[in-house]
């Protein structure tokens, strides 16, 4: 495949993560703040089927550009969104690379260590450890989401077309 095919397939994607991220915002949940991750689907089939630097450059890209859009740039909210993101993808790149867990398990993984990281942010900015108290209710939402993402991540990599495109 071309260099430039490849390109606007990645570009293709990254725009599907940010459409994704954005309509998540209208789907009430509820526990204030929780979205469902399903920009991350997007990420979970990239680490599996293009490289794990291109699979990043879309999540870090996804993140600033959400928040550039929304307005919330280098907010609380951005640090937050970002150390939870960050942490996720090193979580999610590592255990799809040692595959001791099938796409649903890193899926998990990563909903999981996405709220630990915005956690983690928000005991940080608030100077308060008060918000750990939050932790067990994003987390077991985080469990729900991360088997919903897995689901159709796995369900679309049995059925992948991507190495049509990038092969």
Do not use: W
């Amino acid at each position: 495949m071309s260099k430039t095919k490849r390109l606007c397939v990645i570009a293709m994607l990254l725009a599907m993560a940010i459409v994704l991220n954005i309509l998540e915002s209208f789907i009430p949940v509820f526990i204030p703040g929780v979205k469902l991750g399903l920009a991350n689907i997007i990420i979970l089939i990239m680490l599996y089927e293009f490289k794990s630097t291109e699979a990043l450059l879309v999540d870090l890209l996804r993140i600033i550009l959400v928040g550039l859009l929304r307005g919330n740039f280098l907010s609380p909210t951005f640090v937050m969104s970002f150390s939870g993101g960050m942490l996720s993808f090193l979580v999610m790149f590592l255990f799809s690379r040692i595959k001791v867990f099938s796409p649903i398990g890193v899926s998990v993984l990563g909903a999981v260590s996405h709220a630990s990281g915005q956690i983690l942010a928000a005991i940080i900015l608030l100077d308060s450890q008060a918000v750990v108290y939050y932790l067990p209710f994003i987390g077991i939402l985080s469990i729900v989401t991360g088997v919903f993402s897995g689901i159709l991540t796995k369900a679309y990599l049995s059925k992948s077309i991507t190495h049509k495109f990038i092969n």
